[in-house]
């Protein structure tokens, strides 16, 4: 993280002059605070993890807030901020007249840091070339076998550097909220993200499958969002358009990553280097109107409807198919369009009816529909290039997928008391997706009942259930291969295309069930209790391949009790159960499509999340108005398990390969458990605060935190792994493959601050 | 507060009773009589009222779709959320610190879920359950701010938006098919730990269908991604396995 002591000062120093200047001057009102302190941290905080979202430094930090108002209380200033200095830092302004306009404007800085301990050989020539050295690149083109490379590969990447894998986000945002009249409302802002630093990035090398390299890829974006909108209520009339513009810039649209492996291009043995494209620029105009009426019925009725049309554009132009100097060259790949010149429009229709006829009885109807029209071009490549490394003259086209969906519902309520109310009603929500996908319609029919109780003012009872039934018409597994390949292909492609009996589990039939359940009590003026329950089952019936079914469940609660003046505690304990089951088939291809496609090599899994939170808070006033204490303890456990089991019998390509064990005894899929994904979390702060006076307060805190992760796919990563070009069977090749060694890794750190904060 | 000097409008100038209504009454007979609209949970007419005597001032802006919304319609009333006579958070008059809190009231394992391993910044403070809902209503399900889930995510992730060449065909219509933005024991978000979370869709030949060994290059690092790193879409001219 970039360190800026000096700047930080001087900032802090800015923010609390600018906080005294706003001081009032004459009879007017300021309510401000200033906040400056100091901690030190001590522990292992050298996980990505601690700072994953925050600049938490020990040294010096503070930050300010104040609200300026004239003495009649008609305009007003106010401002905040925030970690001042620091990579998370925040200042927000705001400036105008109650009720008549406000000029507001704000600028922070967040970073997100991926890992600490990433390892590569890569450095960068310029911003978005990666050149891996070149002796080591010789040698390895020169090694006679794979298990030499390996060696050597192996041998460099011992020596690799560390890398920052990370990136800050600076946000800045201005408006102008005007309402010149009672029933007229302007407002107009303007946003920008800008994004620079590194991420982690893959590119493939060799055959699909082959050879990789994970690398810290420049990240330089910026979003500039525009927002207008006008709004209009008086009388039984609401009116609003509003206009949102958002415009993304890529400074990089690629980046050029040396192979390890080669250090000249070959027709056939792979490329000196690989090009990856980053994300295009693109753009987005969107217009939408919303107009509500109150209809002039003998009782409360109201129609509210929105449209809104959206332009999503992206012109940024092709690279070519290939850096690999000897591919480049081919006839075939000539592009057809030096651009994609992709455009989707988007259409929202949007319908609210409610009334209430009776003063028992409220109903709504709904309707929506949203149709994202992809008029992006069809082009045809005649030919491409497969990881910079193989020429292939399949054509291939681009599928500009599109979709509508309508949804529409009808609900009632009625208040059978004043503490009974009882609602209910059908749903429908239906995709119309493009001929490309396997499933072109898909409707589902349910119901949606809820029960609200309040048997008395203190305690409420809140229950739902939902019945969803989801149907499609004929699943149709070879359409996507009929829309991107040439027809004479698509018979060839079609055997080692998808499972026929596959079900994609976002297009399959399904049936589910959802029940809530929320209870809020306030038994006594000092106690307050909740309790929810939640579980849902999404059962797949026809899904013999895919997921096949998913179950979660979950329970809360929460209480809060303040027994005296100067105690108050409050408590609350979440635990959530998520499981998903999915079954598929390893489906080996000998030779160029000879596929052993058997039931015997059929394998279930079945994803298990357990998560269990717990929080406590406790204040204490131990001197009224002088010296009070509060506890905070949140424990987070989570338990993320991946389990799989084959079917017995399996029948690898040769019969008896890769398959666990081989022989007539496997194990059929190569499917075992992985290990489990832990997290445990804690959080404690302790804060005493001693008020020296009417002003001034005095805030000491110790903090705990604490974090220890097992993540099996990255715990003890480095840049490279000789084990990790394992077969099923546990056959291990050797690896070729570079990672990024970017571990999460605990923490664990204790935190002492001491801070005074003023109050004007 | 309200008064003369500041007011925009007849009814503001009437300070308390702008929202409490006539109390003339009230005051003559020493705080026993009249009715005036109140707020508390003791109140019997508290939502109703409540809502209307808010809603007189407060039916623009995202108000709009207040009438009808999944909160409405369960009798949450304005006050369940915003407290006006004193100040508990610093914007917005919530009745409680922080949205966090407020929302994490009913919704208590979306709150939970803010703690878990992968995470948006919304226990940093960076991000508020409002970022991403308008809790007055919207014209979408979940009270999802802009009109799709995707449209919400791309107000930040702008990159993933598109048009690509090549597209995956989910990631267009729900960020959700693979991602739960409230949190997740898995990295980025994900439902499932990747190679699972692509084998619920890919039974095709060859690697993709090998339920995989832990200690495998299709499972550690980035899994998948390890190759197919362009997984939302790719502009590559030979980009179609998001490879490239």
Same mark, same amino acid.
């Given at each position: 993280?970039?360190?800026?002591?000096?700047?930080?000062?001087?900032?802090?120093?800015?923010?609390?002059?600018?906080?005294?200047?706003?001081?009032?001057?004459?009879?007017?009102?300021?309510?401000?605070?200033?906040?400056?302190?100091?901690?030190?941290?001590?522990?292992?905080?050298?996980?990505?993890?601690?700072?994953?979202?925050?600049?938490?430094?020990?040294?010096?930090?503070?930050?300010?807030?104040?609200?300026?108002?004239?003495?009649?209380?008609?305009?007003?200033?106010?401002?905040?901020?925030?970690?001042?200095?620091?990579?998370?830092?925040?200042?927000?302004?705001?400036?105008?007249?109650?009720?008549?306009?406000?000029?507001?404007?704000?600028?922070?800085?967040?970073?997100?840091?991926?890992?600490?301990?990433?390892?590569?050989?890569?450095?960068?020539?310029?911003?978005?070339?990666?050149?891996?050295?070149?002796?080591?690149?010789?040698?390895?083109?020169?090694?006679?076998?794979?298990?030499?490379?390996?060696?050597?590969?192996?041998?460099?990447?011992?020596?690799?550097?560390?890398?920052?894998?990370?990136?800050?986000?600076?946000?800045?945002?201005?408006?102008?909220?005007?309402?010149?009249?009672?029933?007229?409302?302007?407002?107009?802002?303007?946003?920008?993200?800008?994004?620079?630093?590194?991420?982690?990035?893959?590119?493939?090398?060799?055959?699909?499958?082959?050879?990789?390299?994970?690398?810290?890829?420049?990240?330089?974006?910026?979003?500039?969002?525009?927002?207008?909108?006008?709004?209009?209520?008086?009388?039984?009339?609401?009116?609003?358009?509003?206009?949102?513009?958002?415009?993304?810039?890529?400074?990089?649209?690629?980046?050029?990553?040396?192979?390890?492996?080669?250090?000249?291009?070959?027709?056939?043995?792979?490329?000196?280097?690989?090009?990856?494209?980053?994300?295009?620029?693109?753009?987005?105009?969107?217009?939408?109107?919303?107009?509500?009426?109150?209809?002039?019925?003998?009782?409360?009725?109201?129609?509210?409807?929105?449209?809104?049309?959206?332009?999503?554009?992206?012109?940024?132009?092709?690279?070519?198919?290939?850096?690999?100097?000897?591919?480049?060259?081919?006839?075939?790949?000539?592009?057809?369009?030096?651009?994609?010149?992709?455009?989707?429009?988007?259409?929202?229709?949007?319908?609210?009816?409610?009334?209430?006829?009776?003063?028992?009885?409220?109903?709504?109807?709904?309707?929506?529909?949203?149709?994202?029209?992809?008029?992006?071009?069809?082009?045809?490549?005649?030919?491409?290039?497969?990881?910079?490394?193989?020429?292939?003259?399949?054509?291939?086209?681009?599928?500009?997928?599109?979709?509508?969906?309508?949804?529409?519902?009808?609900?009632?309520?009625?208040?059978?008391?004043?503490?009974?109310?009882?609602?209910?009603?059908?749903?429908?929500?239906?995709?119309?997706?493009?001929?490309?996908?396997?499933?072109?319609?898909?409707?589902?029919?349910?119901?949606?009942?809820?029960?609200?109780?309040?048997?008395?003012?203190?305690?409420?009872?809140?229950?739902?259930?939902?019945?969803?039934?989801?149907?499609?018409?004929?699943?149709?597994?070879?359409?996507?291969?009929?829309?991107?390949?040439?027809?004479?292909?698509?018979?060839?492609?079609?055997?080692?295309?998808?499972?026929?009996?596959?079900?994609?589990?976002?297009?399959?039939?399904?049936?589910?069930?959802?029940?809530?359940?929320?209870?809020?009590?306030?038994?006594?003026?000092?106690?307050?209790?909740?309790?929810?329950?939640?579980?849902?089952?999404?059962?797949?019936?026809?899904?013999?391949?895919?997921?096949?079914?998913?179950?979660?469940?979950?329970?809360?609660?929460?209480?809060?009790?303040?027994?005296?003046?100067?105690?108050?505690?409050s408590?609350?304990?979440?635990?959530?159960?998520?499981?998903?089951?999915?079954?598929?088939?390893?489906?080996?291809?000998?030779?160029?499509?000879?596929?052993?496609?058997?039931?015997?090599?059929?394998?279930?899994?079945?994803?298990?999340?357990?998560?269990?939170?717990?929080?406590?808070n406790?204040d204490?006033?131990?001197?009224?108005?002088?010296?009070?204490?509060s506890?905070l303890?949140?424990?987070?456990?989570?338990?993320?398990?991946?389990?799989?089991?084959?079917?017995?019998?399996?029948?690898?390509?040769?019969?008896?390969?890769?398959?666990?064990?081989?022989?007539?005894?496997?194990?059929?899929?190569?499917?075992?458990?992985?290990?489990?994904?832990?997290?445990?979390?804690?959080?404690?702060?302790?804060?005493?605060?001693?008020?020296?006076?009417?002003?001034?307060?005095?805030?000491?805190?110790?903090?705990?935190?604490?974090?220890?992760?097992?993540?099996?796919?990255?715990?003890?990563?480095?840049?490279?792994?000789?084990?990790?070009?394992?077969?099923?069977?546990?056959?291990?090749?050797?690896?070729?493959?570079?990672?990024?060694?970017?571990?999460?890794?605990?923490?664990?750190?204790?935190?002492?601050?001491?801070?005074?904060?003023?109050?004007? | &507060?309200? #008064?003369?000097? @500041? /007011?925009?409008?007849?009814?503001?100038?009437? %300070?308390?009773? !702008? =929202?409490?209504?006539?109390?003339?009454?009230?005051?003559?007979?020493?705080?026993?009589?009249?009715? &005036?609209? #109140?707020?508390? @949970? /003791?109140?019997?007419?508290?939502?109703?009222? %409540?809502?209307? !005597? =808010?809603?007189?001032?407060?039916?623009?802006?995202?108000?709009?779709?207040?009438?009808?919304?999944?909160?409405?319609?369960?009798?949450? /009333?304005?006050?369940?959320?915003?407290t006006?006579?004193k100040k508990v958070s610093t914007r917005d008059q919530l009745s409680h610190p922080t949205e966090l809190q407020l929302?994490g009231s009913?919704?208590?394992?979306?709150? /939970?879920?803010?703690?878990?391993?992968?995470?948006?910044?919304?226990?940093?403070g960076?991000?508020t359950?409002?970022?991403?809902?308008?809790?007055?209503?919207?014209?979408?399900?979940?009270?999802?701010?802009?009109?799709?889930?995707?449209?919400?995510?791309?107000?930040?992730?702008?990159?993933?938006?598109?048009?690509?060449?090549?597209?995956?065909?989910?990631?267009?219509?729900?960020?959700?098919?693979?991602?739960?933005?409230?949190?997740?024991?898995?990295?980025?978000?994900?439902?499932?730990?990747?190679?699972?979370?692509?084998?619920?869709?890919?039974?095709?030949?060859?690697?993709?269908?090998?339920?995989?060994?832990?200690?495998?290059?299709?499972?550690?690092?980035?899994?998948?991604?390890?190759?197919?790193?362009?997984?939302?879409?790719?502009?590559?001219?030979?980009?179609?396995?998001?490879?490239?």
């Amino acid at each position: 993280m970039e360190r800026r002591s000096a700047a930080r000062g001087l900032a802090l120093a800015a923010a609390a002059c600018f906080t005294a200047l706003a001081a009032p001057a004459r009879a007017d009102v300021l309510d401000a605070e200033v906040r400056l302190g100091g901690r030190v941290i001590s522990g292992d905080t050298h996980s990505s993890k601690f700072e994953e979202y925050r600049d938490l430094e020990p040294g010096v930090f503070g930050g300010a807030d104040f609200l300026l108002e004239d003495g009649n209380g008609v305009t007003f200033l106010w401002g905040a901020f925030d970690d001042v200095g620091y990579d998370d830092q925040r200042y927000a302004l705001e400036a105008g007249q109650w009720g008549r306009f406000r000029l507001f404007g704000e600028y922070s800085e967040l970073p997100h840091v991926f890992s600490n301990h990433a390892r590569t050989l890569h450095s960068y020539a310029g911003q978005n070339l990666l050149l891996f050295p070149d002796a080591l690149q010789g040698a390895l083109e020169a090694a006679p076998d794979a298990a030499t490379r390996s060696a050597l590969l192996g041998a460099g990447l011992a020596d690799a550097d560390r890398i920052p894998l990370e990136y800050q986000l600076r946000t800045t945002r201005v408006g102008l909220l005007f309402d010149p009249r009672e029933d007229l409302e302007f407002e107009t802002a303007y946003r920008s993200l800008d994004r620079s630093g590194r991420k982690p990035l893959s590119l493939g090398f060799g055959s699909p499958g082959g050879t990789f390299v994970n690398f810290a890829s420049p990240v330089d974006e910026r979003t500039d969002e525009v927002t207008a909108d006008v709004r209009f209520a008086r009388g039984p009339w609401n009116l609003e358009v509003g206009y949102l513009g958002s415009f993304f810039g890529n400074d990089l649209t690629q980046v050029t990553v040396d192979n390890p492996l080669r250090l000249t291009d070959s027709a056939t043995a792979g490329p000196a280097q690989g090009r990856i494209s980053l994300a295009p620029d693109n753009r987005m105009n969107q217009f939408r109107a919303t107009g509500a009426y109150e209809l002039p019925f003998g009782f409360p009725a109201r129609v509210a409807t929105t449209f809104s049309y959206g332009l999503r554009e992206q012109d940024e132009n092709f690279l070519p198919h290939t850096v690999n100097s000897l591919l480049a060259g081919d006839p075939s790949l000539v592009l057809p369009r030096e651009d994609l010149d992709g455009k989707v429009q988007t259409y929202l229709a949007h319908v609210l009816a409610t009334a209430r006829p009776l003063p028992e009885l409220d109903l709504r109807a709904r309707y929506r529909f949203y149709d994202f029209e992809n008029d992006t071009p069809v082009l045809e490549f005649p030919g491409h290039v497969v990881n910079d490394q193989t020429l292939s003259t399949e054509l291939r086209r681009n599928v500009p997928n599109d979709y509508e969906r309508q949804q529409a519902s009808l609900d009632a309520s009625w208040r059978f008391t004043r503490g009974v109310k009882l609602q209910g009603g059908p749903f429908w929500d239906q995709w119309s997706r493009s001929r490309d996908r396997e499933v072109s319609r898909l409707d589902e029919y349910g119901g949606k009942f809820a029960l609200d109780l309040r048997p008395a003012r203190w305690a409420l009872v809140r229950a739902d259930y939902l019945l969803g039934i989801r149907k499609g018409t004929a699943y149709q597994p070879w359409d996507f291969l009929e829309a991107t390949l040439d027809p004479a292909e698509v018979d060839g492609a079609i055997p080692t295309g998808q499972l026929a009996e596959l079900r994609k589990f976002d297009e399959a039939d399904r049936t589910r069930n959802e029940i809530r359940l929320l209870t809020q009590l306030l038994p006594r003026e000092d106690l307050d209790l909740s309790f929810s329950a939640g579980w849902a089952h999404y059962d797949y019936p026809h899904s013999s391949y895919g997921v096949r079914d998913d179950v979660r469940w979950n329970a809360g609660t929460e209480i809060g009790y303040q027994p005296l003046e100067w105690l108050a505690l409050s408590a609350w304990y979440s635990f959530e159960h998520l499981s998903l089951q999915q079954k598929s088939r390893w489906r080996p291809v000998a030779g160029a499509a000879t596929v052993t496609d058997d039931p015997v090599n059929d394998w279930n899994s079945e994803s298990t999340d357990l998560v269990h939170t717990l929080g406590v808070n406790l204040d204490l006033v131990i001197v009224p108005e002088k010296l009070d204490l509060s506890f905070l303890y949140t424990f987070e456990r989570g338990n993320g398990q991946t389990h799989a089991e084959g079917a017995a019998g399996c029948n690898g390509s040769p019969p008896g390969d890769l398959c666990i064990p081989a022989g007539p005894d496997a194990d059929g899929g190569n499917a075992p458990n992985f290990p489990d994904i832990e997290d445990r979390l804690q959080l404690f702060a302790a804060i005493l605060r001693y008020h020296v006076g009417e002003h001034l307060t005095l805030e000491g805190m110790y903090a705990f935190q604490k974090l220890s992760l097992q993540d099996f796919r990255v715990d003890g990563l480095d840049p490279f792994e000789p084990g990790s070009n394992v077969n099923g069977s546990g056959v291990v090749s050797p690896s070729l493959d570079v990672f990024l060694g970017d571990r999460l890794g605990d923490y664990d750190a204790h935190i002492f601050a001491l801070s005074a904060i003023y109050r004007f | &507060m309200l #008064t003369e000097k @500041n /007011a925009r409008s007849e009814l503001m100038a009437r %300070g308390c009773e !702008a =929202c409490h209504g006539p109390g003339a009454e009230h005051v003559e007979e020493e705080g026993t009589g009249g009715r &005036m609209i #109140t707020f508390s @949970n /003791a109140s019997p007419h508290r939502i109703e009222e %409540g809502k209307a !005597a =808010c809603l007189s001032c407060h039916e623009r802006g995202s108000r709009v779709h207040w009438k009808g919304s999944p909160h409405d319609s369960r009798d949450i /009333a304005c006050t369940d959320c915003h407290t006006i006579m004193k100040k508990v958070s610093t914007r917005d008059q919530l009745s409680h610190p922080t949205e966090l809190q407020l929302c994490g009231s009913c919704h208590l394992v979306r709150r /939970a879920q803010m703690f878990r391993n992968a995470h948006m910044p919304v226990r940093e403070g960076a991000m508020t359950c409002s970022s991403c809902h308008a809790v007055h209503g919207t014209v979408n399900l979940a009270l999802v701010r802009h009109d799709t889930v995707n449209d919400n995510c791309y107000s930040c992730h702008a990159e993933k938006r598109g048009p690509f060449l090549w597209e995956h065909a989910p990631v267009n219509e729900n960020c959700l098919d693979c991602h739960d933005p409230h949190g997740s024991t898995r990295a980025a978000m994900l439902r499932l730990t990747p190679p699972r979370l692509c084998q619920q869709c890919h039974i095709e030949t060859r690697h993709p269908t090998e339920a995989r060994l832990p200690q495998s290059k299709f499972v550690i690092g980035h899994s998948c991604m390890n190759c197919h790193s362009n997984i939302h879409g790719s502009n590559h001219p030979s980009g179609f396995g998001f490879t490239r």
